[in-house]
């Protein structure tokens, strides 16, 4: 089973997850888009595998979601929302995950200031089938729900 490791950009929160990730999905959302800069890449992980050390502040952004972010250097790090898995911003990551953009979500929301140019799968909104389609260990995918 492979295990998966990231950290904050200053280092004070460091996190360990062991067993599958979920490609990367893109959100497009405003509320991605306000809290990062840009839209967010995530994976995901079941949220009982997901280890944390360090303080996480959380912000109730929705009456449904919550994002963790590191109290002293800011960097956004997970999304927690309904279902199973804690969403992982993907360039937390440390190494290489060997995982692969997959799909964009809420295009709808997008900036106007780009383009999506990929043939990725795209949604205008929220697509449970996108964020539950697979799960991959490193390099290799396989069917699963998150």
């Known amino acids: 089973m492979s295990t998966y490791s990231g950290s904050c950009l200053c280092g004070a ?5 062991a067993g599958p990730l979920r490609p990367v999905i ?4 405003a509320q991605c888009r306000k809290s990062s800069g840009h839209h967010v890449a995530a994976t995901s992980a079941p949220r009982e595998s997901v280890r944390i050390s ?3 502040t959380w912000y109730a ?3 449904t979601a919550k994002r963790g972010f590191c109290d002293i250097c ?3 790090l997970f999304w927690d929302g309904a ?3 804690l969403s992982i911003f993907a360039g937390t990551l440390d190494g290489d995950p060997m995982l692969k953009l997959a799909g964009h979500i809420f295009c709808d929301d997008k900036g106007s200031y780009y383009e999506i140019v990929d043939d990725l799968p795209k949604a205008g909104g929220r ?3 996108m964020t539950t389609m697979v799960l991959a260990t490193k390099g290799t995918a396989m069917a699963g729900t998150t």
């Open 83 to 85: 279902g199973a898995n």
């Open 13 to 17: 929160v460091h996190y360990t997850t």
């Open 61 to 63: 952004s929705s009456v």
């Open 26 to 29: 893109a959100c497009h959302c």
């Open 127 to 129: 697509d449970p089938a």
């Open 54 to 56: 360090g303080e996480v």
């Open 74 to 76: 800011g960097s956004n």
